[in-house]
């Protein structure tokens, strides 16, 4: 009888990807979903956790292109190494995501001056009332490099993703923008995808700020979880290329509020948005 040689093919986990709904901190709705990496042909291996695994690529850089049904498509550029690696892509809602009656959203059309959709202008919101503050500085002092900061009077769900204002208690104190990217110690810890800028003490508040963008009809839904507050007032900063606004706006806890269609004209002065929750 002839030896009879039996070759065994294994391969190796190169990168993870795990998607996340940046409302409500879970795995994203729908079913509709695709996720490539634009430098090559071969699809992922979905697991039953939901992540996506792609195996055996070859060491540089690489672009990671995701589609979901109800989300904006996200490109990430990713550097892959000799190690597997892990990484989370949060996804912003459109504004035809099937929200729950009960949610705290704002509602906005965006133009040029001709009255022309803008198409992909970015949004960003950061809440003036302390009261809707997420969580405290929970560590004495949090200084200029550091990544990790401890975490207390937590309020809901802290996620990866998530994005806050961290401003200090007193006139003359920083603040700045911040984004966690990892949660330890149950909610107690986070770390920061970019370390601070400023010098914090405790008590220092983690305001909550929403990021989105327009879709092709200039339309664009901001959704705000665990307000801790009835109304409250939010800066809202819209940019498009080379124009921008500044607008307040006033939003009540668990409804829509619908600031209107709002002109990126650089000759309109900034004012505060009317009422208009429903």
């Not at 039996?6 to 190169?14: F, G, H, L, P, Q």
């Not at 600031?259 to 002065?269: H, M, R, Y």
């Amino acid at each position: 009888m002839e030896p009879t040689r039996i070759s065994m093919m294994k391969t190796r986990v190169s990168l993870a990807v795990c998607l996340l709904d940046s409302f409500t901190l879970g795995p994203p709705l729908g079913s509709n979903t695709k996720i490539a990496l634009e430098e090559m042909l071969a699809k992922p291996v979905v697991k039953a956790q939901g992540y996506y695994i792609f195996t055996d690529l070859q060491e540089g850089m690489y672009r990671l292109r995701v589609l979901v049904q109800h989300y904006f498509e996200e490109y990430v550029d990713i550097r892959v190494g000799p190690k597997d690696q892990l990484v989370h892509v949060s996804l912003t809602p459109r504004p035809s995501y099937p929200f729950h009656d009960k949610a705290t959203l704002l509602r906005v059309n965006v133009k040029n001056a001709g009255g022309a959709p803008c198409s992909g202008a970015s949004l960003l919101a950061v809440p003036l009332t302390e009261e809707v503050s997420r969580a405290r500085l929970a560590q004495d002092h949090a200084g200029r490099g550091e990544n990790e900061l401890m975490l207390g009077s937590v309020t809901g769900k802290i996620g990866i993703g998530d994005r806050f204002l961290i401003r200090g208690r007193n006139a003359k104190a920083d603040e700045e923008l911040c984004c966690v990217a990892a949660v330890l110690e149950h909610q107690r810890k986070v770390r920061l995808v970019e370390p601070l800028n400023g010098s914090y003490s405790r008590g220092s508040l983690l305001l909550p700020v929403v990021k989105s963008r327009s879709d092709e009809q200039g339309e664009a839904v901001l959704a705000f979880a665990n307000c801790r507050a009835k109304q409250f007032d939010l800066r809202l900063d819209i940019t498009y290329g080379d124009l921008s606004l500044l607008k307040e706006v006033n939003l009540a806890e668990g409804g829509t509020t619908l600031a209107g269609s709002l002109c990126l004209d650089p000759s309109v002065t900034p004012s505060k948005a009317s009422k208009g929750n429903t």
